[in-house]
């Protein structure tokens, strides 16, 4: 799930700075984990894009099929039929 | 008779209200309950018909102090007189709060409300479900502080009648169809401030086990702060109003821009500034290793210019003194300080604290084997021959020191050094032993 995945970078990402201002790493490792967090804050940046945007409204027919449709004002003027 | 005590009973006690303690509680299989309705002195037989016992909210128990309004009537079968009841209230508090408190009770029991069964909420969903009226103020909270906080969120509205008959169900079918959506990361569910009717629905059991159950972690948001329902105990968080729901499930999206930011930036310098520490730590090793360098050069110079002067010395010395010389040019160029510099120099290592301590006593060896030479050379010095009585003898202005008589001729002007001042002279014979 991405919004977990975003959480565990995130967490990471706040991990590799702690452990980069420690300042008690040598060069070449201190390397290694600055272009892990790079990678992460690239990706945690991606995925604050890709978010969906939208509201959208789940509804039952008779049947009791179920189907989502976009969200407007007027369905605030609809009541569920029960 | 019967019939005729049945209808003059009916007709006088068609609407009574009675108060009592309930005993010989008995509830069939038929659904309707029978009982009998006492008090200190008296007691009379009634019964709850199924239609009136499925409206009670709350669980008639033996003992239970209740306010009844029913009718009398005849049980003709055996001749007696009982209540049919259409009410049952408990007396002293509300049906509805002796309901709450009696499921609260049930669920409670079974660990539907437990600390431990609890499910984080995610810190940033990407979809948010919401079950609540679509018409209602709390939707349009909801909506507002989602977006204001995350704009870009994916919300899925299930719509539900939150009062009345069916609110019960149908918010029990929203929460399993979100959760039936695989993507939903957490989902609220409540409605505005109401009565305690009003809010009834978060009561009911379906809806508290729907709830329970729901693999998304669920928000409840029912009516004001002072409201309490079944359904805030069995949610994995309970939020006081829809607006506070909305708050606790998402981030503000511009503050968690700005802490990735934040947090790229100080993973940016946290590195430039362990770069650069190490660039002058590399600096200071190649300052330190040219310090060396300058200091190896300096040093080489100067023992030319001593090897120099040495050679100078040398070849002004005295026939007599050659052997003493030759030593001592053996022993100048064994030691000749200019090799082992650069050998040393050679096998300058990169960062060099070492190098430098090494190259230190190195150098302090050879200031020392210098001055030792230099001190034995000092006792070949034709200075100190000259203390033992000798000259030098120098053509003028040529300079050459001469060894042999032949080598001039008379006239030759000559300059004859000795260990104090210098005396002018010139040839008036020249005795040759190689032409004796």
Same mark, same amino acid.
């Given at each position: 799930?991405?919004?977990?995945?975003?959480?565990?970078?995130?967490?990471?990402?706040?991990?590799?700075?702690?452990?980069?201002?420690?300042?008690?790493?040598?060069?070449?490792?201190?390397?290694?984990?600055?272009?892990?967090?790079?990678?992460?804050?690239?990706?945690?940046?991606?995925?604050?894009?890709?978010?969906?945007?939208?509201?959208?409204?789940?509804?039952?027919?008779?049947?009791?099929?179920?189907?989502?449709?976009?969200?407007?004002?007027?369905?605030?003027?609809?009541?569920?039929?029960? | 008779?019967?019939?005729? #005590? $049945?209808?003059?009973?009916?007709?006088?006690?068609?609407?009574? &209200?009675?108060?009592?303690?309930?005993?010989?509680?008995?509830?069939?299989?038929?659904?309707?309950?029978?009982?009998?309705?006492?008090? +200190?002195?008296?007691?009379?037989?009634?019964?709850?018909?199924?239609?009136?016992?499925? $409206?009670?909210? *709350?669980?008639?128990?033996? !003992?239970?102090?209740?306010?009844?309004?029913?009718?009398?009537?005849? &049980?003709?079968?055996?001749?007696?007189?009982?209540?049919?009841?259409?009410?049952?209230?408990?007396?002293?508090?509300?049906?509805?709060?002796?309901?709450?408190?009696? /499921? =609260?009770?049930?669920?409670?029991?079974?660990?539907?409300?437990?600390?431990?069964? =609890? =499910?984080?909420?995610?810190?940033?969903?990407?979809?948010?479900?919401?079950?609540?009226?679509?018409?209602?103020?709390?939707?349009?909270?909801?909506?507002?502080?989602?977006?204001?906080?995350?704009?870009?969120?994916?919300?899925?509205?299930?719509?539900?009648?939150?009062? !009345?008959?069916?609110?019960?169900?149908?918010?029990?079918?929203?929460?399993?169809? /979100?959760?039936?959506?695989?993507?939903?990361?957490?989902?609220?569910? !409540?409605?505005? !401030?109401?009565?305690?009717?009003?809010?009834?629905?978060?009561?009911?059991?379906?809806?508290?086990?729907?709830?329970?159950?729901?693999?998304?972690?669920?928000?409840? @948001?029912?009516?004001?702060?002072?409201?309490?329902? %079944?359904?805030?105990?069995? @949610?994995?968080?309970?939020?006081?109003?829809?607006? @506070?729901?909305?708050?606790?499930?998402?981030?503000?999206?511009?503050?968690?821009?700005?802490?990735? $930011?934040?947090?790229?930036?100080?993973?940016?310098?946290?590195? *430039?500034?362990?770069?650069?520490?190490?660039?002058?730590?590399?600096?200071?090793?190649?300052?330190?290793?040219?310090?060396?360098? *300058?200091?190896?050069?300096?040093?080489?110079?100067?023992?030319?210019?001593?090897?120099?002067?040495?050679? @100078? #010395?040398?070849?002004?010395? %005295?026939?007599?003194?050659?052997?003493?010389?030759? =030593?001592?040019?053996?022993?100048?160029?064994? #030691?000749?300080?200019?090799?082992?510099? +650069?050998?040393?120099?050679?096998?300058?290592?990169?960062?060099?604290?070492?190098?430098?301590?090494?190259?230190?006593?190195?150098?302090?060896?050879?200031?020392?084997?210098?001055?030792?030479?230099?001190?034995? %050379?000092?006792?070949?010095?034709?200075?100190?021959? /000259?203390?033992?009585? &000798?000259?030098? /003898?120098?053509?003028?202005?040529?300079?050459?020191?001469?060894?042999?008589?032949?080598?001039?001729?008379?006239?030759?002007?000559?300059?004859?050094?000795?260990?104090?001042?210098?005396?002018?002279? +010139?040839?008036?014979?020249?005795?040759?032993?190689?032409?004796?």
């Amino acid at each position: 799930m991405a919004a977990v995945k975003f959480e565990q970078a995130m967490a990471r990402l706040e991990a590799i700075v702690g452990e980069l201002e420690k300042n008690d790493l040598p060069l070449d490792e201190s390397l290694k984990i600055f272009e892990e967090g790079i990678r992460l804050s690239k990706n945690c940046l991606k995925i604050l894009e890709e978010a969906e945007h939208k509201v959208e409204v789940l509804v039952q027919d008779k049947n009791g099929k179920k189907r989502i449709h976009a969200y407007s004002q007027d369905d605030a003027t609809d009541e569920p039929s029960s | 008779m019967t019939g005729l #005590l $049945r209808t003059s009973i009916e007709e006088q006690f068609s609407d009574i &209200y009675l108060e009592g303690e309930l005993s010989n509680l008995r509830a069939p299989g038929s659904g309707h309950v029978y009982c009998i309705l006492k008090d +200190k002195t008296s007691q009379i037989r009634a019964v709850l018909f199924r239609s009136s016992a499925v $409206r009670l909210r *709350f669980s008639l128990q033996e !003992g239970m102090h209740v306010i009844v309004r029913g009718r009398l009537t005849v &049980y003709e079968t055996r001749g007696e007189y009982q209540i049919v009841l259409d009410t049952v209230e408990p007396k002293g508090i509300g049906a509805l709060q002796l309901a709450f408190e009696q /499921l =609260k009770e049930r669920l409670s029991a079974e660990g539907l409300f437990d600390q431990d069964r =609890k =499910k984080p909420i995610p810190a940033f969903p990407r979809t948010v479900g919401v079950v609540t009226s679509l018409t209602g103020a709390a939707i349009r909270d909801i909506l507002v502080v989602l977006r204001r906080r995350w704009p870009t969120l994916h919300i899925v509205i299930a719509p539900v009648h939150v009062q !009345g008959e069916s609110a019960g169900r149908q918010i029990a079918e929203a929460l399993n169809a /979100l959760n039936e959506l695989s993507f939903v990361d957490v989902i609220i569910v !409540g409605r505005g !401030g109401g009565s305690l009717e009003d809010l009834w629905s978060f009561n009911e059991e379906i809806v508290v086990r729907a709830i329970a159950a729901s693999h998304a972690p669920v928000v409840s @948001a029912v009516g004001h702060e002072i409201d309490v329902t %079944l359904a805030d105990f069995a @949610a994995d968080l309970r939020a006081p109003t829809p607006s @506070a729901a909305a708050e606790a499930v998402v981030p503000v999206l511009d503050e968690i821009v700005e802490r990735l $930011r934040e947090l790229t930036i100080r993973t940016g310098q946290v590195m *430039f500034r362990h770069c650069a520490f190490e660039r002058q730590r590399l600096d200071a090793a190649i300052r330190g290793v040219t310090d060396v360098r *300058f200091r190896l050069q300096d040093a080489a110079q100067r023992t030319d210019d001593m090897v120099d002067r040495v050679r @100078a #010395l040398l070849q002004r010395l %005295l026939t007599s003194g050659r052997d003493g010389v030759h =030593k001592a040019q053996r022993d100048l160029s064994g #030691l000749n300080p200019i090799l082992t510099i +650069k050998q040393g120099l050679a096998t300058v290592p990169q960062f060099s604290k070492r190098l430098e301590g090494q190259m230190g006593v190195i150098l302090t060896q050879h200031r020392y084997r210098i001055h030792a030479t230099l001190a034995q %050379l000092n006792t070949l010095s034709p200075l100190a021959i /000259l203390e033992r009585g &000798y000259s030098i /003898l120098q053509t003028i202005p040529a300079g050459q020191i001469l060894h042999r008589a032949g080598d001039v001729e008379v006239g030759q002007e000559l300059e004859a050094q000795l260990a104090s001042g210098r005396l002018s002279c +010139k040839v008036t014979h020249v005795f040759d032993d190689s032409s004796v």
